[in-house]
């Protein structure tokens, strides 16, 4: 799974208060990924749990390793869509599809069994995301629209990019995963 480092098969499973402290490193190794305090990190991986992803390995000694994650949950007013807070890869994980893997787990569970909408917000100079986004709906065979949802000057007072809101949808993971 990983360039150069002896890791075995990695599992996707949802994550768990433990994870926080790692979430928190693999997040800080992403630029340009805004990093959370480790206490939302926490929330991520505790109250978002059935809709976020850790990525963990093990190396030959039975440490476990976090290579990968996925904060998500489903709007309460918004009950056919996932919003995608944050998607973290580690480097030595990188283009092995991953983040896609990652993000098909989540949508193949029960909890997501309605969700029908990926939603997502993503600054301009993220290329990384808009890839992943892209490839993922394309996969899907599913359309993909953007438009600015939150404005540099107008919500963050010129201290952060814009953000472009990404909408994916409508798919149907539950009858693509059944085939």
Same mark, same amino acid.
């Given at each position: 799974?990983?360039?150069?480092?002896n890791y075995?098969? @990695?599992?996707?499973?949802? %994550?768990?208060?433990?994870?926080?402290?790692?979430?928190?490193?693999l997040?800080?190794?992403?630029? %340009?990924?805004d990093?959370?305090?480790l206490?939302?990190? *926490?929330?991520?991986?505790?109250?978002?749990?059935?809709?976020?992803?850790a990525?963990v390995?093990?190396?030959?000694?039975?440490?476990?390793?976090?290579?990968?994650?996925?904060s998500?949950y489903?709007?309460?007013?918004?009950? =056919?869509? *996932? +919003?995608?807070?944050q @998607?973290?890869?580690?480097?030595?994980a990188?283009?092995?599809r $991953?983040?896609?893997?990652?993000?098909?787990?989540?949508? =193949?569970?029960p909890?997501?069994?309605?969700?029908?909408?990926?939603?997502?917000?993503?600054?301009?100079?993220n =290329?990384?995301?808009?890839? *992943?986004?892209r490839s993922?709906?394309r996969h899907?065979?599913?359309?993909a629209?953007?438009?600015?949802?939150?404005?540099?000057?107008?919500? +963050?007072?010129g201290?952060? =990019?814009?953000?472009? $809101?990404?909408?994916?949808? %409508?798919f149907?993971?539950?009858?693509?995963?059944?085939?």
């Amino acid at each position: 799974m990983t360039h150069g480092t002896n890791y075995p098969a @990695v599992q996707l499973r949802e %994550p768990k208060a433990e994870d926080a402290a790692k979430l928190h490193r693999l997040v800080a190794e992403c630029p %340009p990924l805004d990093p959370n305090s480790l206490y939302c990190n *926490l929330l991520h991986c505790t109250h978002f749990s059935a809709t976020s992803v850790a990525a963990v390995c093990k190396d030959s000694q039975g440490q476990e390793h976090l290579l990968g994650f996925i904060s998500a949950y489903i709007p309460p007013a918004q009950p =056919e869509t *996932l +919003f995608v807070w944050q @998607v973290a890869v580690a480097e030595k994980a990188r283009g092995r599809r $991953l983040a896609a893997r990652m993000l098909d787990a989540i949508l =193949e569970r029960p909890v997501c069994r309605e969700v029908r909408y990926v939603d997502t917000t993503i600054t301009p100079g993220n =290329e990384a995301s808009w890839n *992943l986004f892209r490839s993922w709906a394309r996969h899907h065979n599913a359309p993909a629209q953007s438009r600015v949802i939150f404005e540099r000057n107008r919500h +963050f007072e010129g201290r952060h =990019e814009d953000e472009h $809101l990404m909408r994916i949808g %409508p798919f149907e993971i539950a009858a693509e995963t059944a085939t």
